[in-house]
């Protein structure tokens, strides 16, 4: 199984706004579904924008890694950090 397919986006959470609307709680949504939700503080809104860049993220880490590989072999550390990244990234 694979993610769900970017982009991803940081949303108000309309549905809880109706019930709480003094709070800003945040969905993570890919079209129209939600990936996950998170709460109305500081740490978590920049946790809901580094989420949403995941999908970004991984694919230029794997032409990184391609790169990476290319030019420097894959002895380099940074070669093995990606590697080790992406197979993070992958569902179990």
């Not at 880490?61 to 550390?77: A, D």
């Not at 070669?79 to 990234?89: G, L, S, V």
């Given at each position: 199984m694979e993610h769900t397919n970017g982009p991803w986006r940081v949303a108000p959470d309309l549905e809880f706004a109706r019930l709480h609307p003094y709070h800003e709680n945040r969905n993570i949504m890919a079209n129209d579904w939600v990936i996950c939700r998170m709460t109305d503080h500081a740490e978590q809104r920049a946790n809901a924008q580094l989420?949403?860049?995941?999908?970004?993220?991984?694919?230029?880490?794997?032409?990184?890694?391609?790169?990476?590989?290319?030019?420097?072999?894959?002895?380099?550390?940074?070669?093995?950090?990606?590697?080790?990244?992406?197979?993070?990234?992958?569902?179990?």
């Open positions: 989420i949403a860049a995941a999908p970004e993220l991984l694919d230029a880490l794997k032409v990184c890694q391609v790169r990476i590989f290319m030019l420097e072999g894959p002895e380099n550390p940074a070669y093995e950090q990606a590697r080790d990244a992406i197979k993070k990234a992958r569902p179990v």
